[in-house]
């Protein structure tokens, strides 16, 4: 029962650029998660790799980050998950404020 | 208002390791070395089906207060009780021989004007000890860690902050003690075998661990004021913690060297009278002891604000000289 990783890809039309290097968020806490996004020429997919205990979810993690890829029509993204069983709703929450944090702290920069 | 003032308002207690590392040294100046994005994580968690984390639940880096370097260790609770193993532990020893590297370095540099300018290191402590998935790993790294508070001592200070949700137990209990001086705040908590696993091993008739005032009376911030296990107390800010911190960098190494509990003939002396101080007194609760220091009506103290109960408690005298240079 070594830990499972699972690798997903995505695309949309006309992504919006990541206006980060890099950025992190989160803590590998019981039920809860890390997450690391990265800035990466892909021709413009997303690539996502899970890292988790859970056995048997692949296809609700690829619904789960199909959703948020969509939504927020990312692109040309790296972003590395490190899960420690948390559920699909802890997961799309911590993806959105990584998401919030790393669009806020852009506008405190300008 | 930038990220680093907003962190400053924010209880210690609640914060990340990672808020605490940024927070606990001047704005802006703080760099995380082997971070996330290096992602050293475990090797010994995967084999076993444990989750991972990119930084093993340990961040370390160097940032400035004035112009000290200030070295921070920083366990994040939150990731497997912030238990040390081999890759964190192995962060404690090298972020602890940066420093000491950097103290000769500054020293050669500035041969006349190094005082202001040496190195410290500071460890936020929120840990159980060993993580017992790598067990020798694990303790391996309290003994180098240790080691290098060895090599450290009377060059750099070694100070330890103690505000966090788990506090500082376990193997780390017998590091944090080791270590020159102990800031703490109400909420800390430092001892050596948690309360649930007394409770465990001797029966709840010994120690409730559901008792929250027991288990505050016992290992929290005020009660290690009263027995001078601590140096400090401060109130559960990042702020709090940061002022206090940045007091301490102004005092000469022979003061902070005063202020340590063990590491020398004569405070084995002092920590064995208070062994034999609690055999003759049998204490029932910590109330006891803290009559016992002159403390008239122990039982208003847990209920004292900070400032109130900094001015009114009174702490067990120091025997050894210089022992109870105290803010």
């Known amino acids: 029962m ?33 997450i690391l996004m990265e800035k990466k020429d892909l021709g413009g997919a997303v690539q996502v790799q899970v890292v988790t205990p859970v056995v048997g979810f692949d296809k609700v993690w690829g619904m ?44 405190k920069e300008v | 208002m930038s990220v680093w003032n907003q962190l400053q308002k924010n209880s210690f207690l609640e914060s990340s390791a990672r808020q605490r590392a940024n927070g606990i040294v001047d704005n802006g100046t703080f760099t995380e070395l082997l971070g ?31 112009k000290r370097p200030v070295f921070v260790i920083s366990q994040e609770g939150r990731f497997i009780g912030g238990s040390v193993g081999e890759v964190g532990g192995g962060k404690m020893v090298a972020t602890l021989k940066l420093a000491i590297g950097a103290y000769h370095q500054i020293k050669e540099k500035y041969p006349t004007s190094y005082q202001g300018r040496l190195p410290a290191v500071v460890i936020s402590f929120e840990t159980g000890g060993v993580r017992l998935h790598e067990s020798n790993a694990g303790l391996l ?47 800390g908590r430092l001892g050596l075998t948690g309360p649930e696993v007394i409770e465990q091993e001797m029966g709840k008739d010994e120690f409730d661990a559901s008792n929250k005032a027991l288990v505050y009376r016992t290992t929290g911030g005020k009660h290690k004021y009263i027995m001078q296990d601590c140096n400090f107390l401060v109130e559960d800010s990042i702020e709090a913690f940061r002022t206090q911190l940045a007091e301490v960098l102004t005092l000469s190494m022979e003061s902070i060297e005063e202020m340590r509990r063990v590491g020398s003939q004569k405070l084995v002396e002092e920590q064995l009278e208070l062994v034999k101080l609690a055999v003759e007194l049998d204490p029932r609760d910590s109330m006891d002891v803290w009559k016992y220091f002159g403390n008239e009506s122990p039982a208003i103290l847990p209920e004292l604000s900070l400032t109130d109960f900094l001015k009114q408690a009174k702490r067990r005298v120091r025997k050894v000289e210089g022992g109870s240079v105290n803010g």
């Open chain 1, 2 to 34: 070594a830990l499972q990783q699972l690798k997903f890809e995505f695309k949309v039309n006309n992504p919006i650029e990541f206006s980060h290097e890099w950025r992190h968020h989160g803590v590998v806490g019981s039920g809860d998660l890390e």
């Open chain 1, 64 to 107: 789960v980050l199909e959703k948020i890829v969509k939504e927020n029509r990312l692109g040309n993204i790296s972003i590395e998950i490190n899960d420690n069983n948390a559920t699909p709703i802890v997961v799309s929450m911590r993806l959105r404020q990584a998401l919030a944090e790393a669009a806020k702290d852009v506008r």
């Open chain 2, 36 to 66: 996330p994005r290096d992602r050293v994580s475990s090797p010994h968690l995967p084999v076993l089906g444990e989750a991972v984390a990119f930084d093993d639940g340990i961040v370390t880096g160097v940032g400035l207060i004035g």
């Open chain 2, 141 to 187: 790294a309290h003994a180098e860690v240790m080691d290098q508070f060895q090599d450290a001592r009377g060059k750099i200070p070694v100070i330890s902050l103690i505000g966090s949700k788990i506090g500082c137990f376990g193997g780390m209990g017998f590091v944090g003690a080791a270590t020159d001086l102990i800031i703490m705040s109400e909420q």
